[in-house]
């Protein structure tokens, strides 16, 4: 259906300034990505600070992957849900019990609407299960949607956030500001709670990212690189507000949210409004999906190896055969060829068998693997275009911090801005420790200009070699230097950073965190302009013995221990960086068989409970135990909201100062 949207370009008024909350403080809490770890780290940060009613009190929150399961269902919940349902209660660890006992909170329960119900159904043979009934279910034309069709059933449903469209993977609702933001602006849509999620009043203006992918061959044809456009949406517009210059998909602004991936029936789009094509309205779940898409390659690099072990594929044959209708049964084997004579059963599994062959074989054939979402996209510029394969990346797999969304939407363009305030919640799985320099901070550093190794501690600037999308070493993060680094007083902003991290934490005892004053530097690719003061709270994932000494339940606390202890082969060179993503982001399907052969044995070897917490892998461990994630969550709740942790009384004053 035809529409006449509003636009927003980059150079003209800013609707994210402009629809916020004005009378807040010009202050944001940023959600990293990290899987059901983010997820729950963020749901006991949340816990905390709403513990002080402190949550509210920001006039934003951007999030990446994980942290956007989190920030989503928190910012759009629905108003029969309350927040003591979500977040619980914050409880002291004394009080804290793994088993039922009298005047203790036992861990091992979850409300019926708590965050923690999300890891609790993402473990990966559910996960691997929803998969092969999707390939199963669907052709080879919509495997695109796979993982959005995960997100919807796996995350979104179970705060009634779904809304179940024509397909599985699509929405009858869109998402605004308000019922009566969207009858006012757009009433051609005929705006209602029927079609429409809104954001939960008093909530802070929600900032959700993920990435535009361009594929771009280097200058030898060895390889495909892939730069990466940081994109928004929010509960008014969605796009990207920056370039990518001298390459085909430019950004420069926005349009109205339900309207993204609309179709352009017009010429350039460069003045409000314009007349798009709307066939199905941008919805919730596609961002969320997006904005956590990381999980779509592992995802299917996990598929691979359960599919090419006898054993393991019959486990996933057992787990799909009771999903299939009598009509997908029918499609299935109307697919054998030269009429198998086999029993029903053993005919059925070899069309499966089949199907789940043909995606794999097909995406190792692909230089940009089928399952990576899809949609069209049009920039907004004078000589506009529809871009129908517009392809994105994770949120995370650019910034995992939420920091460029953040800036690049609150950026108005003057040389002289008001200053903000940013709490960075670093929700990582690379522990504190020190070897030649300190290994921290690893996903701060490219907002430095910063080229970090995790595994070695080193880190230098970002050479031009690495800034150049047609040489071999591009690297996709040296293009989101946002702050200046220049030295002061022997030591520059980043390194302050790193040491200030590193000493707060005193040996795993108390909290990570260290607040730093900053300035931006002019960063096309995100619009964000040079000169702004940037105060933030960095707080990052450790250990915090304090509490975990503090568990009066030995049970608990022995558990923990030795989870701990045990060294995990799912170590930091199997995650985001080696195993599904390589080191520079570029995606890609990976066949090495000594690869495949490595995750199919993790696969039969799960991780023990409580396995490197609170480091908790992003993706191995993307199921979690209740007890695993009620600890964890009430572990960061204690270091915001109780007397005890050194950042309580540090995080009130920054956020009320």
């Not at 517009?237 to 085909?248: D, E, H």
């Not at 690719?525 to 940037?534: K, Y």
């Amino acid at each position: 259906m035809k529409h006449n949207v509003r636009i927003y370009p980059s150079n003209t008024a800013n609707p994210t300034l402009n629809n916020s909350d004005t009378k807040k403080a010009n202050l944001a809490f940023c959600f990293s990505g990290g899987g059901s770890r983010a997820l729950t780290c963020a749901w006991g940060q949340m816990l905390g600070l709403n513990t002080h009613n402190l949550l509210e009190k920001a006039r934003y929150i951007s999030s990446v992957s994980g942290g956007t399961w989190a920030s989503s269902i928190y910012s759009f919940l629905p108003s029969q849900y309350t927040d003591e349902q979500l977040l619980g209660k914050y409880i002291q660890p004394q009080n804290l019990a793994v088993t039922a006992k009298p005047g203790k909170f036992d861990i091992n329960k979850l409300g019926e609407h708590s965050f923690g119900n999300v890891p609790a159904a993402t473990g990966i043979d559910n996960l691997l299960v929803t998969a092969a009934a999707f390939i199963a279910k669907n052709e080879s034309k919509d495997h695109q949607w796979l993982w959005t069709d995960i997100v919807a059933t796996h995350i979104l449903s179970h705060f009634n956030l779904r809304a179940k469209g024509e397909y599985s993977w699509t929405s009858t609702k869109s998402f605004s500001l308000s019922q009566s933001y969207a009858q006012n602006t757009f009433p051609s849509m005929q705006p209602s709670s029927d079609n429409f999620f809104y954001l939960r009043e008093g909530r802070p203006f929600l900032i959700m990212n993920n990435n535009i992918m361009q594929p771009v061959k280097s200058i030898d044809n060895a390889k495909i690189n892939i730069v990466q456009l940081p994109n928004q949406a929010t509960a008014v517009s969605a796009g990207a507000r920056g370039k990518v210059p001298n390459f085909t998909i430019l950004g420069g602004g926005q349009v109205e949210s339900f309207a993204y991936a609309s179709t352009l029936e017009q010429t350039g789009a460069n003045t409000s409004p314009v007349e798009v094509n709307i066939t199905q309205p941008y919805a919730l779940v596609d961002i969320v999906s997006t904005s956590s898409s990381f999980f779509a390659n592992a995802l299917a690099t996990m598929f691979t190896a359960k599919i090419n072990d006898p054993m393991s594929l019959s486990q996933i044959l057992d787990g799909v055969m009771p999903l299939l209708t009598d009509s997908d049964k029918k499609s299935l084997l109307g697919e054998l060829k030269n009429g198998v004579e086999k029993d029903a059963v053993s005919n059925l599994s070899a069309a499966l068998v089949n199907r789940f062959k043909s995606f794999i074989d097909k995406n190792k054939l692909n230089e940009i693997a089928d399952f990576i979402p899809r949609h069209n996209y049009w920039p907004i510029n004078e000589t506009s275009q529809n871009y129908p394969e517009t392809l994105y990346t994770d949120g995370g797999t650019l910034d995992n911090t939420g920091v460029i969304g953040i800036l690049s939407q609150t950026d108005n363009g003057q040389e002289q801005q008001e200053a903000i305030k940013l709490v960075v919640f670093d929700n990582t799985s690379t522990p504190l420790v020190k070897k030649s320099k300190i290994v921290a901070a690893g996903q701060a550093a490219p907002l430095f200009g910063i080229d970090y190794d995790n595994t070695t501690g080193n880190y230098q600037l970002f050479n031009d070699s690495q800034k150049d999308p047609t040489h071999p070493a591009f690297c996709a993060t040296s293009l989101i230097h946002v702050f200046d680094n220049t030295e002061n007083n022997s030591s520059t902003p980043f390194e302050q950073l790193v040491k200030g991290l590193f000493e707060s934490n005193a040996n795993n005892t108390q909290p990570a965190f260290y607040r730093i004053e900053l300035t931006t530097v002019e960063n096309p690719l995100a619009n964000i302009s040079a000169g702004r003061t940037v105060e933030v709270l960095y707080i990052q994932n450790a250990k915090m013995l304090d509490w975990q000494n503090s568990l009066s339940d030995e049970s608990l606390q022995s558990q923990i221990l030795a989870g701990q202890q045990v060294q995990s082969t799912i170590g930091s060179e199997m995650e985001d960086a080696a195993l599904f993503v390589d080191a520079r982001y570029s995606l890609s399907w990976d066949s090495d068989k000594v690869l495949e052969d490595k995750t199919l044995s993790l696969l039969k070897n799960p991780a023990k409970p409580f396995a490197n917490f609170p480091y908790y892998s992003t993706f191995f461990k993307i199921g979690l135990e209740p007890k695993e994630s009620n600890a964890l969550s009430q572990m960061w709740a204690w270091a915001i909201a109780d007397d005890a942790s050194s950042l309580h009384e540090q995080i009130k004053t920054f956020i009320e100062g």
